[in-house]
């Protein structure tokens, strides 16, 4: 008789969705400090250290700024068109490092996942949270661009950060379904730089949504990036293309991500550290 083969069989109860939501607020405190010890670790032997955050959109937004100014020509109705690229740059320079980093989050933080008890579900956040310093001088820089050229300081700019507390919650929720699905399958952390690849052209960074025609323009409505991106336009310029289809959308994709983490966390969340 063939000797059986052990097999481990890692299950386990799952969680109530009110446990996983009373654990982030027990432990919320939690979050600036991994952030910060993220930013430090991410930094430390770097001579400019955050500076680099602020100063590679900066440089990409300016690059792009002049070959689509003065090579491309790409022609829009904002008053400044630097302005417009630096401000989808900010926003989208955010949202793709955020997410290029969070999507990972639980793997990467394994060392301490997987000996400590705390909610997994704050992992994701870590390196959004880490990054809105960033994000926040960056947007200070698009004022100073927006004095520098001339462009009106309007009333809509109260709504810059909205846009920016819109895009800190959607690379949460994507963040928290990627981290998630990277414990089980190691290809996430390629299939979403593949996946940003794409969506930097199917997201109006450097062209205004007008561009857009016909099933195109559905397709990059959908992208949830695009409300971030028309919102902040719509805080520096005081008008922006399709600005409630776009909201619309982003505000569906982050109900339904984070309804889809809830339940995945429900499920895996004390079985998922088992695998790292």
Same mark, same amino acid.
């Given at each position: 008789?063939?000797?059986?083969?052990?097999?481990?069989? /890692?299950?386990?109860?799952?969680?109530?969705?009110?446990?996983?939501?009373?654990?982030?607020?027990?432990?919320?405190? !939690?979050?600036?400090?991994?952030?910060?010890?993220?930013?430090?670790?991410?930094?430390?032997?770097?001579? !400019?250290?955050?500076?680099?955050?602020?100063?590679?959109?900066?440089?990409?937004?300016?690059?792009?700024?002049?070959?689509?100014?003065?090579?491309?020509?790409?022609?829009?109705?904002?008053?400044?068109?630097?302005?417009?690229?630096?401000?989808?740059?900010?926003?989208?320079?955010?949202?793709?490092?955020?997410?290029?980093?969070?999507?990972?989050?639980?793997?990467?933080?394994?060392?301490?996942?997987?000996?400590?008890?705390?909610?997994?579900?704050?992992?994701?956040?870590?390196?959004?949270?880490?990054?809105?310093?960033?994000?926040?001088?960056?947007?200070?820089?698009?004022?100073?661009?927006?004095?520098?050229?001339?462009?009106?300081?309007?009333?809509?700019?109260?709504?810059?950060?909205?846009?920016?507390?819109?895009?800190?919650?959607?690379?949460?929720?994507?963040?928290?379904?990627?981290?998630?699905?990277?414990?089980?399958?190691?290809?996430?952390?390629?299939?979403?730089?593949?996946? !940003?690849?794409?969506?930097?052209?199917?997201?109006?960074?450097?062209?205004?949504?007008?561009?857009?025609?016909?099933?195109?323009?559905? /397709?990059?409505?959908?992208?949830?990036?695009?409300?971030?991106?028309?919102?902040?336009?719509?805080?520096?310029?005081?008008?922006?293309?399709?600005?409630?289809?776009?909201?619309?959308?982003?505000?569906?994709?982050?109900?339904?991500?984070?309804?889809?983490?809830?339940?995945?966390?429900?499920?895996?969340?004390?079985?998922?550290?088992?695998?790292?």
């Amino acid at each position: 008789m063939a000797p059986q083969l052990a097999v481990l069989e /890692l299950s386990g109860e799952s969680t109530p969705v009110k446990d996983l939501l009373r654990g982030v607020a027990r432990s919320w405190r !939690l979050l600036p400090m991994l952030a910060k010890q993220d930013y430090v670790a991410r930094y430390r032997s770097a001579m !400019l250290g955050l500076l680099w955050s602020v100063f590679l959109p900066l440089l990409q937004g300016a690059v792009l700024a002049v070959v689509f100014t003065h090579v491309v020509r790409i022609h829009s109705d904002a008053p400044s068109y630097p302005v417009f690229v630096l401000a989808g740059m900010t926003a989208w320079a955010y949202l793709s490092t955020s997410w290029s980093l969070g999507s990972t989050a639980i793997v990467d933080s394994s060392a301490i996942a997987s000996r400590v008890y705390f909610p997994r579900l704050l992992l994701p956040a870590v390196a959004p949270t880490a990054n809105l310093i960033g994000y926040v001088i960056g947007s200070g820089v698009i004022l100073i661009l927006m004095a520098a050229t001339g462009v009106t300081f309007r009333v809509t700019l109260l709504l810059l950060p909205v846009a920016m507390l819109l895009g800190y919650v959607l690379v949460i929720v994507l963040n928290a379904v990627c981290a998630l699905l990277h414990v089980y399958f190691r290809d996430v952390r390629y299939v979403v730089s593949a996946l !940003l690849l794409v969506l930097f052209y199917a997201t109006p960074v450097i062209y205004p949504l007008s561009f857009t025609h016909g099933v195109l323009r559905g /397709l990059v409505l959908l992208n949830p990036g695009t409300g971030v991106i028309q919102l902040t336009r719509f805080a520096v310029y005081g008008n922006a293309d399709a600005i409630a289809r776009a909201l619309l959308s982003c505000a569906t994709w982050i109900v339904v991500l984070a309804f889809v983490a809830l339940l995945a966390y429900r499920r895996h969340e004390r079985v998922a550290v088992d695998r790292l």
